[in-house]
């Protein structure tokens, strides 16, 4: 992976945007405050050439949305649990790469208009996995991901809402056995950063008669 350096301008777009969710509450029984939403995106490539025959399933844990279900304690604010996977192999069919990922997330929201949101979201996960190591085998490692980015929702209706993720600002730190640490930033606002995914609100509140 490329080494950038973060610079602090998502950081300070994110911070607004938390600050103007916090103050854009709805009243209480107008949003889905108290609803369940389960979000995520996943992906599936295969490659197939004479000399590049390769195949990959994932959530594309680094320019995409995991998978992740979380509450609204209010109406314009979630926090969760998500996870991210990736799954390569190369032209034997064999395992090339495998890395997980597991933690909580935080989201504020703003709405403009009637069909779309302004989205902030906070991850903050444990990550492991096998990679490989020059020409051994494959080895495994553990780390951890702090990851925080923009999204722009548009409402679908009955619940549905499609989600696009077009900038990050994030720190992948892994240690392999019997390795150094490794430091991957990423900040940006840009085509590396842009992931797709689709949400769902469900409620459990009885409608009155």
Known sequence: MCLI?????????????SAGAAAA???????????LMIY???????????????????????????????YF???????GINAAFARNKDADGNL???????????????????????IAQVDAHYVWGKSPAGAAALTPYTGYRLRAYPMLGILLGKGWALKFKF???????TKAKGQGTVNNYVAGLSG????????????????AK
């Open 167 to 173: 900038g990050e600002l994030s720190l992948l730190s």
């Open 25 to 35: 509450q709805e009243a209480p029984g107008d949003g889905p405050k108290g609803q």
């Open 96 to 118: 090339a790469l495998r890395h997980q990922e597991l933690g909580l997330w935080y989201s504020p929201s703003m709405t403009i208009g009637e069909h779309f949101l302004l």
């Open 73 to 79: 304690f209010n109406n314009n604010s979630l926090i």
């Open 40 to 70: 995520g995106s996943l992906d599936y490539s295969k490659t197939s050439a004479p000399h590049d025959k390769s195949s990959s399933f994932s959530t594309s844990p680094n320019a995409g949305i995991p998978i992740g279900i979380g």
């Open 192 to 207: 590396a950063t842009f992931g797709t995914g689709i949400s769902k609100n469900f409620t459990f509140r009885k409608h």
């Open 5 to 17: 350096k973060a610079k602090p301008v998502l950081a300070a777009l994110l911070l607004c945007l």
